[in-house]
């Protein structure tokens, strides 16, 4: 709840005196957060602390320079998918709130069997769903990852969450930005959503606006990247690729449907937002903290008062689909939601940098 509220103030939805002493509590503890991220940078920049050169062609970073939210685990799997026929192709992330992430050496994935959520995190599930035969290695020690990535054979290493990871050397660094907010803000962490400075940008290879889709939203980003880098520049928007049945809706249909969603994103209303978009309509919503799990008797009375609103299927992302149980108590048919980013501008880029990373590998 607290978690929720905070989220509200810093995005103007909440307002009143306790919201303006919430943000001025959260600025000055921003301060502290930006001189850290400062200083380690600058260290890193100056060669105080060693980068490590894993033995392997190409180390491709996909971050970003704010917090959650912006479409990484998407475009992780989009690189992945168009990369893995014709190269091995390996997967270090560190499995945020999973077991995986800490212990000391890293847990190695391929496919679904033993990527449970509390081994190795959602986001890491949902890509050992997605990407069958592409190993993932789960951790925080990224080093030690990518040593084992290497000893198995992988030649493309794609760090997920990279940007922040400066112990390991990247040869490509890919910046993804939300349009819609890409400087989280304005402030950093936790008065906003920054983890670094803007500045960060320039030393991107290629950047990355999600949730692009006119001419006019192009431009407006572009305008504002150019303030920070000359970086070649993709657009993207995340479309509905499938729907899956997971308990009791085998042919679900959203055009003119009532719906209730539940998800624990750090931007529900985005979820919220396609679903609209795809001609359904939301009769009843509930947004949980990213990275938790729903407890089954939270669903089952949610349920239930999705059904007495009228919804005829509870809809959920696939973050969520992977922390459900397989004896989920629901009264209504539950379906998990498959995203997938669609590429609306700048598609020379994005095949400039396909062609970056493989050429690594000559």
Known sequence: VCERYCQSAIEGRSKGLLSRLTLAALRLASFGYRIAAGIRSFAYSKGLFIRYVAPVPAVVSIGNIVAGGTGKTPLTILLAEELYPHSKVGILTRGYR???????????LIGKEGASVKNVGDEPAVMARRLKEVPLYVGRDRVQASIMAAKDGCEILLLDDGLQHTKLHRDIDIVLLDARDPLGQGYFLPRGYLRQSPKALEKADFIVGNHIRSEEEYAAFEKLVRKYSSAPLIAMTPTLSSIEDVQGAPKTQLVGAKVAIMCGIAKPQRFRELIEEMGAQVVLEKATADHTIPKAKEIARFSEKALAAGAEVLLVTEKDRVKLSDDLSCALPVASVQIRLKRT??????QKMLEAIRARLK
């Open 345 to 350: 501008f700048g598609e020379e880029n994005y």
């Open 98 to 108: 999973g077991k995986a992430s800490k212990l000391k050496v890293p847990t190695r």
